[in-house]
């Protein structure tokens, strides 16, 4: 029987630049789509999985977030607080490691959104997840078919679920969508300070411990403000 993480780390510290001018006034995962902040999206998410705690680092506009979070009841929220250095998407999940506990826990980007297939894409993760064969476990949508994403992919995925990054001129079938699950040992020897994620996903895939599952239902990238309208539309769509 799967277990399902009671934990997860939600990424919500950076700067945004690509959503302006919208990002001048509010953080990012304060942004609206269907009338609901990026951020509810996720946490809605994390606590119809039954996760009990999320720990949410902030940066940007920090203090607008708090307010907004001291408001929630359900998952119980941990800010982890990175005015004083930002610490990139590598650099704050390691800050956050006390709070997360040793057991796998769930990570999501605050700014990303998907419509579930007919079983929940957080469920399907625990379903699958295996700590004896993975460090980390990715969500991925496909490239083609994805609303508001045009570029080119990150990973071609072998038929057991491992890895490959694209090489630079490659064009990949499928785009991380900013939910994973992760080990305490993907986080081993991490570098100190600020750092990016990926140099610990690249590490593992050489290994042969990152792996994918491809995502059931439709991700929508809001990269930018006028991305928000085609989440929304799709939104609608699935709901009619």
Known sequence: ??????????????????MRPLTDRMP???????????IDHVLDRLAEAGVALAVVNVHHFAEQLIDHLENRGAPQIVISDERGLLLDTGGGVVKALPALGDAPFFHLN???????GVRPNLLRLADVFDPSKMDALLLLAPTAGSVGYSGR????????????RRAERE????VYAGVAILTRRLLDQAPEGAFSLTRLFD???????LHGLRLDGLWMHVGTPDAIGAAEAAIKASAQ
Not at 1 to 18: D, F, H, N, S, Y
């Open 1 to 18: 029987m799967a277990i399902v993480p009671k934990t997860a780390m939600v990424l919500a510290a950076g700067l945004g630049t690509r």
């Open 28 to 38: 990012k995962p304060l942004v609206r789509v269907q009338g609901k902040p990026l």
């Open 153 to 164: 992919g990150d990973f071609t995925m072998a038929s057991d679920g491992t890895l490959r």
């Open 203 to 209: 590490r593992a895939a050489e290994a042969g411990r």
């Open 110 to 116: 605050a700014d990303t959104i998907w419509i579930d």
């Open 171 to 174: 064009v990949a079938p499928f």
